[in-house]
């Protein structure tokens, strides 16, 4: 059952039942003891103590004595009432300036209460609800005054909603499964209208309460994320409707969904010693690169080549630990793709085939473009992303091994970075990280759109891959994860990867549910570098499902096409 406060803009569940531990009597009593005591908005007395709780008065007497040795409580020597002793306040303090979750978010709270002058609130999820953390009240009499420790349901709460929309469809069916109880008129109790609203939620950033769980009162919350994007708490902003309005909850929300991304980053450095002992995530290559990339599973061979970019060099050429280098290039490398008698790299101006002997015939590009990746196709052709001297945006289509020439099939707004194809060759999709998008390109129409737009706070996508349901997965450098995109674009599922730059992904091993991820470690800070050993390194883990094996290109540089 639940309460509200007598001013119509809190809302409280009643006292959770006390679970007994033995032993633990008389500890459950000195703490609620210290709970009276505290909560009281003056001194209290003894008999009101004694009234309040229950407890013997020898008890008491003696509870109160120790509490007041320690520095815990104080008496009034006029009065002979209690209040809460000195001692709390160093207690607080070293509370506050530890870096957790609530000594971060302070700054942000704080800031939000006197921006706004409504009460701010900091909550982390407590299984299917919310629980209330930290609360800055705000200026007016009339505010929101949600008790700390209160638990409140997750589906009615912007601060639940805000967490909802960071978790997976499973983990939300999971938490509304034991159903969604009806507060208000304006409580949404339908899972399929909640999860339109969750969608909305993820692609503007914060949630919203309209009187969902208290009859008069908006709030305006946004969710606090790791690296990966898994939710850590929540926080938000409350008033009574006629001083939060719907289109001050807007204005307010970007503030919000900042002030989460900051406490966010701040946060960062203190959850990254977890995520980077990630149990399934294995170093794949001996030793680091500069800039690992393009990796495919080559399986006549049974196992993996990548490319170091600016070594610049191919491994897995002819064997497993096979290095093949290519300082007679005199460049560094973009991409490459799988031949069916090598591997077909690219550099800024040229492009050629190393095949398994040793040859190197090598080609310069046709016109004034410059390569930004290539890939090859199902039908064994050979695709390839380009920018143009003095012009914006890209071009990407056919790739002639023989002239060099590019049939620009498609033009796109931005440089192109990445590209995965599906298994008939009749959608690509392409990463332009300039803009956080992910474009889906049909060749035979000749048809582009925008697949997906990615917050920046996830990172920026660099590369693709496609798994055996045809699913998109997205390399997010600066992000430190891999990410699954559904048929919509939107997210589905976040592995946290121990390194900041992840470079180009794909799935091998024999039933190809392995992923294997390329990073790079040039251009990062030496904070960065600090926090991710694995930098520069090939990494393998558990894709939980199968991938699709990566095409293989046939053309012949001698061939014109």
């Given at each position: 059952m639940t309460r509200r406060h007598?001013?119509?803009?809190?809302?409280?569940?009643?006292?959770?039942?006390?679970?007994?531990?033995?032993?633990?009597?008389?500890?459950?009593?000195?703490?609620?003891?210290?709970?009276?005591?505290?909560?009281?908005?003056?001194?209290?007395?003894?008999?009101?103590?004694?009234?309040?709780?229950?407890?013997?008065?020898?008890?008491?007497?003696?509870?109160?004595?120790?509490?007041?040795?320690?520095?815990?409580?104080?008496?009034?020597?006029?009065?002979?009432?209690?209040?809460?002793?000195?001692?709390?306040?160093?207690?607080?303090?070293?509370?506050?300036?530890?870096?957790?979750?609530?000594?971060?978010?302070?700054?942000?709270?704080?800031?939000?209460?006197?921006?706004?002058?409504?009460?701010?609130?900091?909550?982390?999820?407590?299984?299917?609800?919310?629980?209330?953390?930290?609360?800055?009240?705000?200026?007016?009499?009339?505010?929101?005054?949600?008790?700390?420790?209160?638990?409140?349901?997750?589906?009615?709460?912007?601060?639940?909603?805000?967490?909802?929309?960071?978790?997976?469809?499973?983990?939300?069916?999971?938490?509304?499964?034991?159903?969604?109880?009806?507060?208000?008129?304006?409580?949404?109790?339908?899972?399929?209208?909640?999860?339109?609203?969750?969608?909305?939620?993820?692609?503007?950033?914060?949630?919203t309460d309209d009187e969902e769980i208290v009859e008069g009162t908006r709030c305006v919350g946004a969710a606090v994320t790791d690296r990966a994007g898994r939710p850590i708490a929540a926080i938000s902003v409350a008033g009574p409707v006629y001083r939060m309005t719907v289109e001050r909850a807007e204005q307010l929300g970007r503030e919000i969904a900042e002030a989460a991304r900051r406490i966010s980053d701040q946060l960062a450095p203190y959850l990254f010693e977890t995520r980077a002992r990630h149990p399934d995530i294995r170093q794949a290559s001996e030793a680091a690169g500069f800039a690992t990339g393009s990796p495919f599973w080559d399986a006549s061979r049974g196992h993996l080549c990548w490319v170091d970019k600016l070594a610049p060099s191919v491994h897995g050429l002819r064997g497993p630990k096979d290095v093949f280098s290519l300082d007679v290039l005199g460049e560094s490398l973009v991409s490459a793709a799988q031949h069916e008698d090598g591997v077909v790299i690219a550099s800024v101006n040229r492009i050629g085939l190393l095949a398994r002997d040793g040859q190197f015939d090598l080609r310069d590009l046709a016109g004034d473009k410059r390569l930004t990746t290539i890939l090859a196709l199902p039908d064994g052709a050979l695709w390839a992303a380009a920018t143009r001297r003095d012009v914006d945006g890209a071009v990407l289509g056919p790739l002639d091994l023989a002239s060099g020439k590019i049939d620009p099939v498609f033009e796109l707004p931005d440089a192109v970075s990445g590209l995965a194809v599906n298994r008939d060759g009749t959608t690509l999709y392409a990463t332009l990280p300039g803009r956080g998008a992910i474009y889906q390109l049909a060749p035979l129409e000749k048809r582009k759109r925008i697949f997906a737009d990615l917050p920046k706070v996830a990172g920026s996508p660099a590369a693709l891959a496609l798994d055996g349901e045809e699913r998109v997965w997205v390399a997010m450098a600066d992000g430190w994860s891999i990410i699954r995109l559904n048929e919509d674009g939107d997210f589905d599922r976040t592995i946290a990867i121990p390194v900041p730059a992840p470079t180009g992904i794909c799935f091998g091993g024999a039933n190809y549910d392995r992923l294997f991820v390329t990073s790079a470690r040039l251009g990062l800070t030496r904070e960065a570098l600090m926090h991710s050993p694995l930098s520069g390194h090939v990494l393998e883990l558990d894709a939980g499902q199968p991938g699709s094996p990566a095409s293989v290109t046939t053309l012949s540089p001698n061939q014109v096409t």
């Open positions: 007598d001013n119509a803009v809190g809302w409280e569940e009643e006292d959770a039942p006390q679970i007994s531990v033995k032993g633990a009597a008389l500890i459950g009593k000195a703490t609620e003891v210290l709970t009276r005591i505290g909560s009281a908005p003056g001194k209290v007395g003894f008999a009101e103590l004694s009234s309040a709780t229950g407890i013997a008065r020898a008890t008491l007497y003696r509870i109160l004595s120790a509490l007041a040795s320690r520095g815990l409580i104080r008496i009034d020597p006029v009065t002979q009432n209690y209040t809460l002793g000195f001692q709390f306040l160093e207690l607080a303090q070293n509370v506050w300036s530890s870096a957790d979750l609530a000594s971060v978010a302070s700054a942000e709270l704080r800031r939000l209460r006197d921006m706004t002058g409504e009460t701010a609130y900091l909550a982390v999820q407590e299984k299917r609800h919310v629980l209330a953390l930290g609360r800055f009240e705000g200026a007016h009499s009339r505010r929101s005054n949600a008790r700390l420790g209160a638990l409140k349901p997750m589906h009615c709460t912007s601060q639940g909603k805000a967490i909802l929309s960071a978790l997976s469809e499973a983990q939300v069916d999971a938490i509304l499964h034991e159903g969604m109880e009806r507060f208000t008129p304006f409580t949404i109790v339908d899972p399929a209208a909640l999860k339109v609203q969750l969608q909305i939620i993820r692609a503007r950033g914060y949630a």
